[in-house]
């Protein structure tokens, strides 16, 4: 087991083009999240997924942002029309099993992170 | 719906001093409560946890966090700080489902020698 692994690592964009981050989780964990961190800020919840259906998504997630998980594996997230306060990194992370046998104990991945220009 | 509040962006500590970076919580439901910790250019890792049962949890590298429901707080204490404590530190909340799962902005730990 690798852990979760997150491509690319890094993304220059220039702004109005469409970018794609893949996350790849723990195999057999059913529980994936993606998250956005800013430079001295804590992550910010952007969705979840539970195998394959998207359960939760937030506020933070404008249109221009879609998250899919085929078949339950690994997702991607897609971010279309880039503007340079999408500058950030983007975390994925993956746990398992249900929530009170496991409690929470997220597995990250190391990143995306995108720069708008 | 859940949040947390970190009190305190950048703590100093000398070594050898006691550690404490503050969370207090706001959920409609039970929380679970957790806190992370990022080193340099490492990812997050979990440090401690407190889902049911008893109130002081302890976690890794000798930290321990204390739930108080009645002052809605989950803060982290390490008797004596070690220059290897110096990170970036998260409280976090969550459902009992874990459908939503929230960090706080963080606190930064600056241990001086």
């Known amino acids: 087991d690798t852990g979760v692994s997150q491509d690319p690592r890094h993304k220059i964009t220039k702004r109005g083009q469409n970018v794609t981050f893949r996350c790849d989780p723990i195999?057999?964990?059913?529980?994936l999240y993606w998250y956005r961190q800013t430079l001295g800020q804590g992550p910010e919840f952007l969705t979840y997924?539970?195998?394959?259906?998207?359960?939760?998504k937030s506020r933070l997630l404008s249109d221009r942002f879609s998250a899919e998980r085929p078949k339950g594996s690994f997702s991607t997230l897609e971010i279309q029309r880039t503007e340079q306060g999408d500058s950030a990194m983007y975390l994925c992370?993956?746990?398992?099993?249900?929530?009170?046998?496991?409690?929470?104990?997220?597995?990250f991945g190391e990143g995306s992170r995108l720069t708008v220009l | 719906a859940q949040s947390v509040t970190q009190l305190g962006s950048h703590v100093s500590v000398s070594e050898g001093a006691l550690v404490l970076l503050r969370c207090n919580y706001s959920?409609?439901?039970?929380?679970?409560l957790f806190w992370y910790v990022q080193y340099p250019n490492q990812g997050l890792q979990l440090l401690l946890k407190?889902?049911?049962?008893?109130?002081l949890v302890k976690g890794i590298n000798g930290f321990e966090a204390e739930f108080k429901k009645s002052e809605t707080s989950f803060h982290l204490t390490k008797p004596s700080a070690h220059m290897s404590d110096a990170a970036e530190y998260f409280c976090?909340?969550?459902?009992?489902?874990?459908?939503?799962?929230?960090f706080g902005t963080g606190t930064s730990l600056t241990v001086i020698p």
């Open positions: 195999s057999e964990h059913n529980r």
């Open positions: 997924f539970q195998n394959e259906a998207q359960l939760e």
């Open positions: 976090a909340v969550s459902s009992n489902t874990g459908n939503q799962f929230y």
């Open positions: 407190y889902t049911t049962g008893a109130t």
């Open positions: 959920s409609s439901v039970p929380p679970y």
């Open positions: 992370a993956s746990s398992s099993g249900s929530w009170w046998e496991t409690a929470g104990e997220l597995f």
